[in-house]
């Protein structure tokens, strides 16, 4: 069982969207996944509430339970574990990074986004765990892109080189409790996500 923290310490940056769409694309490639929601807004449960499909399955859980959560995972064969964490909580942050083959740092290409990645890398390198970037809604043009992208090597991270694009389609399918490759199979949001989960498959080694 292969586990992901997603992390940042500023709101906003796209966790809970990140989080979702991931595991909605697990289960599309016969991965059985779990969403554990740490954020107290609770956002994935509240997506769960609103979908139709047993899977992925969504458990609300206080950072404390973490440990028993990822035991019974474990028992009933899952195959991914993604801990979807609330901005602005770095002790449960770590406690969770500690726990993860993989620290996933979402980041818009802003410069407040920008600036709140340093306290995410801490937080995985206390942890010693790997950590990635990936950058979320990306406008179509201009040159906030490679920016961003300038911007996120001063940290010495490595950045997933799939981007998610500023999409209509990550809002509506969540509205409807749906992942973008449910929604729209044939969209681009769709490909992102599918290349961006094939991307994490080989770097920790999901096997399909």
Same mark, same amino acid.
């Given at each position: ?78 195959? =991914? ?7 602005? %909580?770095?002790?449960? +942050?770590?406690?969770? @990074?500690?726990? @993860? ?18 306290? %995410? ?22 040159? =906030?892109?490679?920016? +961003? ?18 999409? +209509?389609?990550?809002?509506?399918? =969540? ?10 199979? +044939? ?7 599918? %290349? ?13």
């Amino acid at each position: 069982m292969k586990i992901i923290a997603m992390i940042s310490q500023k709101g906003g940056a796209g966790k809970t969207t990140l989080a979702i769409n991931l595991a909605v694309a697990a289960e599309s490639q016969g991965h059985s996944c779990v969403v554990i929601d740490i954020d107290p807004q609770g956002s994935a449960m509240g997506w769960q509430d609103t979908r139709t499909k047993e899977s992925p399955v969504v458990i609300s859980a206080q950072p404390v339970r973490i440990n028993a959560i990822l035991q019974t995972a474990h028992e009933h064969g899952a195959d =991914l574990v993604i801990i979807d964490t609330a901005p602005h %909580s770095d002790a449960a +942050a770590l406690q969770v @990074a500690r726990a @993860a083959d993989l620290v996933i740092i979402p980041c818009k290409p802003s410069i407040l986004d920008l600036r709140a990645i340093a306290t %995410s890398v801490d937080i995985a390198a206390m942890a010693k765990k790997p950590a990635v970037a990936i950058l979320n809604s990306v406008p179509p043009r201009g040159s =906030l892109t490679e920016e +961003a992208l300038e911007a996120i090597k001063c940290y010495d991270l490595k950045i997933i080189p799939e981007y998610l694009g500023q999409r +209509a389609a990550f809002v509506h399918s =969540l509205t409807v409790g749906l992942g973008v490759i449910e929604y729209e199979p +044939a969209g681009k949001a769709a490909q992102e996500i599918q %290349s961006v989960y094939q991307w994490i498959c080989r770097f920790i080694d999901i096997k399909k």
